[in-house]
C-alpha cells in the first residue's frame, strides 16, 4: 500500500491516517492491492470532512445480531449504547460482533463496550503495565452488563488493532465469545510525546496493555479461535467488484457457521 507514491506498508495504523489526512478539497492517491491475486489500483480521492457513524447494527433473522463498532472516537458510546437498545428490543440469541479494520480509540470506551457481555464482578479488563512494574487495572464494572450470557462471535483481522484488541482479548480471555479471523494488528501500548529543547518532539512508550490473563498485545496481537485462510473477501464471479455485495465474505460466512451449531 502506497499513500502519494510513498510505500506505508510498514507503518503502523496511526502513521498510515496521518499520511492519508490533510487539508479540506485537496487530493491524495492511494494505491491499494485488491484480491487474491493482489492486483494494484490507484485510487485518487478528494479530502473532506466527513460525519461518520462509529456503529451500526442489522438483523440477520433467526435471533443473530450483526453489530458493527468501525472506532472508538467521542460518539461512540453513545452509539452504541442507543444501538444495544434497540438491540435488546429484538431478544438477541446470539451476536457477531465485526471488529474488523477497527484501529482502536479511546480505552474508557473500548472497557464500557467489553464490559458489556461482561458481569460487574467480572474483574479485570485490561491492564496498563509501565516499565517501572506498575499497574493499572480497568475492571468491567464500567459497562451496563445487557449483552451477558448471549452467544457472541468477534470477527478480526491484521487492522483490528488498540481499543479494539482491549475488547477481543478480554471477552475471549473470559471465554464469552469465539474469534473468527486473523491475527490482530498488535497495537497494545501507552504513548506520550517529550518536548525536545529544539522544539522537535520525541514519542516515547511508557506503558503497554495485557489482557485478563495477562497476554501481551503489543507487538504480539492476538490469534483467533478459528482462523479464516486467505482473503477474508472474495470476489464473486461475474462481478465488478465495486459493491459490498459483489463479495462474498468469509469471516460472516464462519460466523454465521458457528452460531447455527452451537
Known amino acids: 500500500m502506497a499513500v502519494d507514491k510513498e510505500d506505508v506498508t510498514a507503518l ?41 457513524s462509529s456503529v451500526k447494527w442489522e438483523d440477520k433473522g433467526n435471533g443473530i445480531i450483526y453489530l458493527r463498532v468501525s472506532f472508538f472516537n467521542d460518539n461512540t458510546w453513545s452509539e452504541f449504547d442507543k444501538a444495544v437498545k434497540e438491540i435488546m428490543l429484538k ?22 463496550v467489553a464490559a458489556e457481555w461482561l458481569t460487574k464482578d467480572q474483574g479485570v479488563v485490561v491492564s496498563e503495565k509501565n516499565k517501572d512494574g506498575e499497574v493499572k487495572k480497568y475492571n468491567a464494572d464500567e459497562g451496563k452488563h445487557r449483552f451477558v450470557g448471549v452467544k457472541t ?4 483481522d491484521e487492522g483490528t488493532a488498540s481499543g479494539s484488541e482491549i475488547v477481543t482479548g478480554a471477552l475471549q480471555d473470559y471465554g464469552v465469545a469465539t474469534v473468527v479471523g486473523k491475527t490482530t494488528f498488535g497495537k497494545g501500548s501507552v504513548q506520550e510525546f517529550e518536548v525536545l529543547p ?32 486467505g482473503d477474508m473477501f472474495v470476489q464473486k464471479d461475474k462481478t465488478t467488484g465495486d459493491k459490498a455485495e459483489d463479495y462474498i465474505d468469509k469471516g460472516m460466512e464462519k460466523a454465521l457457521e458457528i452460531l447455527k451449531i452451537k
Open 12 to 52: 503502523s495504523v496511526e502513521e498510515v491516517v496521518g499520511k492519508i489526512r490533510g487539508p479540506k478539497q485537496t487530493k491524495v492517491t492511494l494505491a491499494i492491492e485488491r484480491g487474491e491475486k493482489a492486483e494494484k489500483q490507484d485510487i485518487e480521492i478528494m479530502r473532506d470532512s466527513i460525519d461518520l
Open 91 to 112: 431478544s438477541p440469541k446470539s451476536i457477531i460482533l465485526d471488529l474488523r479494520g477497527n484501529p482502536g480509540g479511546y480505552l474508557d470506551t473500548s472497557v464500557k
Open 153 to 156: 462471535v468477534i470477527l478480526v
Open 198 to 229: 529544539d522544539g522537535s518532539a520525541l514519542k516515547i512508550t511508557i506503558a503497554e496493555w495485557y489482557t485478563p490473563k495477562d497476554r501481551q498485545i503489543n507487538k504480539v496481537g492476538l490469534n483467533p479461535d478459528i482462523t479464516v485462510d
